[in-house]
């Protein structure tokens, strides 16, 4: 096949190795699973396994991350009037970037289809910057301050000690590791969803920074480590992270999209990892606070989602999740009885015999619960205003006033303890 326009030879551009920041293979790999994760189980053994899996679902053309020195190049190109042509064997895949970049139909070819009268696109140099930064974003490391929350069991029994503390920290590690390892496959699993979202698209799998193999030996990598340090601790320990994974795994596969499940799963995820601390500080924790720590954190699994549908743009439904605007109110109404709940178990562990013996001014201790209002009541109006950022452990860390509210409430509590 001859190319040519005039004296100018045609631009002939690679479509897997020149144009895409992405591995198109593991993208089909990772649409088909997440559309029907039995099918593309029997696609990878099955003869044709790529075209198995691209009829099961494959990577939205429109959505795939571009390298932007190879578009440039071809825009410069067009400009002198030189022909492009996109080398690809999947024709589906290259008409549909074709037409996204203004290209004709008759713009793609099969890579032994061009021969002469065609000059090569030179490979671009890689944009993308530092890998281990680029893992490091991946990795979510604010997000492991939600693990702190192994550290409540002993806090509340005012058992902290060498030998307490210790296992609490090696458990909060494996939690961490567990969690990025799962955060990597959330976002493997969500590529479509995340580049359709005014801020998730800039994640790093999604945004084609960081590439989907290194993802996926990392994940596995840190999945490991994460059984290795809680089996360190305690068989126990290593029992609660499974179930925290099973169930995180569960979650990205199916539960995120089932309305009001995944408000509970998120919940139920935060009570493990309290559950993991008391095992780990092998202190007890009373029922009264788990229906506390459950409450608190429906809620706040009620503001994220309250946050997303207050902040879409076309006020349609939230991308890759069940929930549409008409839910908006009820998902309202929900965390504003989850608050009450969560008041009303405080205030009730506030005035049980545990909590009189820990804390030597009861009345002022139970003061404590006004803050906790407060600042979920808070929270949960500033998303419904679409206030917050998508993110709500992120917002939690830059909100001035609410950190003061939450300093109010760690104050009245030192102050409640005998000295």
Not at 157 to 163: C, I
Not at 312 to 333: C, E, F, M, N, W
């Amino acid at each position: 096949m001859t190319i040519q326009n005039g004296n100018l030879p045609a631009l002939v551009v690679d479509v897997e190795t020149a144009l895409l920041q992405s591995d198109l293979r593991l993208e089909t790999f990772w649409a088909a699973l997440g559309r029907d994760i039995g099918a593309t189980l029997r696609a990878l053994t099955a003869p044709g396994r790529m075209q198995a899996m691209r009829r099961i679902a494959g990577p939205d053309p429109d959505l795939l991350p571009l390298r932007a020195d190879a578009v440039e190049s071809i825009e410069a190109a067009q400009a002198q009037g030189r022909q492009v042509i996109l080398a690809t064997d999947d024709r589906g895949m290259g008409l549909a970037l074709a037409r996204r970049l203004g290209l004709g139909a008759d713009a793609v070819a099969g890579p032994g289809d061009v021969t002469d009268g065609a000059e090569p696109i030179p490979m671009p140099r890689d944009p993308r910057p530092c890998r281990f930064a680029v893992l490091l974003t991946e990795l979510r490391p604010l997000q492991w301050i939600k693990n702190a929350l192994l550290l409540f069991p002993l806090l509340a029994a005012h058992a902290v000690s060498l030998e307490t503390v210790l296992p609490v920290l090696v458990a909060v590690a494996a939690f961490a590791a567990g969690a990025s390892s799962l955060y990597i496959l959330n976002d493997l699993m969500d590529l479509a969803a995340d580049r359709s979202h005014p801020e998730k698209r800039h994640r790093p799998l999604a945004a084609g920074s960081l590439p989907i193999g290194t993802a996926m030996w990392t994940g596995s990598a840190l999945l490991l480590v994460s059984l290795g340090l809680a089996g360190s601790v305690s068989a126990e320990v290593a029992g609660f992270l499974a179930i925290y994974l099973l169930l995180s795994l569960t979650y990205s596969l199916w539960l995120k999209h089932v309305k009001w499940i995944d408000l509970i799963a998120l919940a139920v995820m935060f009570l493990l990892r309290v559950l993991t601390g008391g095992a780990a500080a092998e202190v007890g924790v009373l029922p009264t606070l788990l229906l506390f720590v459950a409450a608190v954190f429906f809620a706040l699994a009620s503001v994220k989602r309250l946050t997303g549908l207050s902040r879409l743009p076309t006020r349609s439904h939230l991308p890759g999740r069940g929930y549409g605007q008409k839910d908006r109110t009820t998902i309202a109404v929900v965390a504003g009885l989850s608050i009450a709940l969560a008041v009303a178990t405080f205030l009730a562990y506030a005035s049980s015999a545990a909590a009189l013996t820990l804390y030597g001014r009861p009345a002022l201790f139970a003061l404590v619960a006004l803050p906790i209002g407060l600042w979920l009541v808070r929270m949960v109006w500033l998303s419904l205003q679409g206030r917050e950022d998508f993110d709500t452990l992120r917002f939690v860390t830059r909100d001035r006033a609410g950190l003061a509210i939450i300093a109010v409430g760690l104050a009245l509590t030192l102050l409640a303890i005998p000295v």
